[in-house]
């Protein structure tokens, strides 16, 4: 890598949000104590983002450019020419995207800014795919533009490459990162606040999922794994905790099926309180039919709670069956009672300390900081990659 500026190597993130970011914030945090890279936000909604005043209170740089993702191809042709704007202005050696919404006209803008490392991280590997097939050859285009292609998963690794032919070579893999202090740390009144709140008291064993109420998050599985295993475990719970769209067709279901004394729908948990939520679970179960990383399984397995998982995502990374968790064969209620089941007749706190020990060594958010910046100083010692000083380059 070239030596002929010793300024911190800026990185300029991209992002398509309407709130802040907990990994960006820990991200930025990291950087703010470390003080070896500049960090720098452009922040696409159609209102003032949160980041707005979360970013620049740290040191960084943060601009908003108007995106209605609600008129979301003219908005992304709108937002190109200022993504282009502001890389010209700033300089920055690395550009990095992060969703499909801020990664095509982030892409395009840094390769006509000439920008000279251009990264983007794919968080939503199986969308378009099993979702909207029209846009996948977008998808492609990215990483026509890009330099790199971050993998969170080694599930998403092998969608891009195998299913969107992105050349193995452009590929990295750098798990997402999470603080461990914030999950291995309970607070006991928390949890009989929380037990009281739910009607868990003499109750259990209690199992939990924390998601939006989306079809592919997989409640519905979940919905038909209790009907399973409240037959044989009469004062078992499950907590639902999220909202979204498909909740109602979902508390109709409870409904039908005569759950509504097993399944308890609790809203959103503050997020401070979610480290004591998983301490009154005996288990975690995750069903979606595709995740390209899964935040909230991972958080679990740091808090040791043992996880029953489908085989998406970065559970596929961490989750030796009956060591470190249980994962199931298939997407379905039968598969994931069976799962759970599983669980129950094994020593459960021995999976949650397990799990634990392999989301430490994975899903550190030191290891993620650490592997992003290994790849942005790894790539720009590449010839036609070498930092240049921002008044002297092209």
């Not at 908003?64 to 920055?92: E, N, S, T, V």
């Not at 489908?310 to 961490?318: H, M, N, R, S």
């Not at 020593?347 to 790849?375: C, H, Q, S, T």
Request: glycine share 8%; aromatic share 10%.
């Amino acid at each position: 890598m070239s030596t002929s500026t010793n300024r911190p190597l800026h990185v300029m993130h991209i992002f398509a949000t309407s709130g802040s970011v907990p990994y960006l914030t820990w991200f930025a945090q990291h950087a703010q104590r470390d003080g070896d890279v500049r960090l720098s936000f452009l922040v696409m909604y159609h209102e003032r983002p949160a980041m707005m005043d979360e970013m620049p209170a740290m040191g960084f740089d943060c601009h908003w450019i108007r995106y209605d993702p609600r008129q979301r191809k003219r908005g992304l042709l709108k937002a190109l020419p200022w993504l282009w704007w502001h890389m010209m202005r700033a300089r920055p050696d690395v550009v990095h995207g992060h969703l499909f919404d801020d990664t095509l006209p982030g892409m395009i803008a840094a390769w006509f800014a000439r920008i000279r490392l251009r990264i983007y991280t794919r968080q939503d590997s199986g969308y378009h795919w099993n979702y909207a097939p029209r846009w996948v050859f977008l998808d492609r285009l990215v990483a026509r533009f890009a330099h790199k292609a971050v993998a969170c998963s080694n599930d998403v690794r092998a969608h891009i490459i195998g299913k969107e032919r992105v050349d193995p070579a452009k590929v990295a893999m750098v798990h997402h990162g999470i603080p461990p202090a914030r999950y291995t740390v309970r607070d006991e009144a928390t949890m009989d606040r929380l037990r009281r709140r739910f009607g868990l008291v003499g109750q259990g064993p209690v199992f939990g999922t924390l998601a939006r109420f989306i079809p592919w998050k997989g409640y519905t599985h979940i919905v038909d794994a209790a009907h399973i295993l409240v037959q044989h475990h009469p004062h078992a719970r499950f907590l639902f905790c999220g909202t979204g769209p498909q909740e109602e067709e979902i508390r109709a279901r409870v409904a039908e099926l005569g759950l509504h004394d097993h399944i308890i729908f609790t809203g959103w948990v503050d997020r401070d309180d979610v480290p004591s939520l998983f301490g009154i679970m005996d288990g975690y179960l995750h069903a979606a039919d595709h995740e390209p990383f899964g935040f909230v399984y991972a958080e679990a397995m740091m808090a040791g709670v043992p996880v029953v998982s489908t085989p998406t995502g970065a559970a596929l990374d961490a989750i030796e069956d009956g060591v470190s968790g249980i994962l199931v064969k298939e997407r379905s209620g039968k598969s994931l009672a069976e799962g759970v089941e599983r669980l129950l007749r094994m020593d459960g706190p021995l999976l949650g300390r397990n799990g634990r020990a392999i989301a430490l060594r994975l899903f550190d958010l030191e290891v993620m900081y650490r592997g992003y910046k290994d790849l942005y100083l790894g790539m720009l010692q590449l010839p036609g990659t070498e930092r240049r000083d921002p008044a002297t380059a092209p």
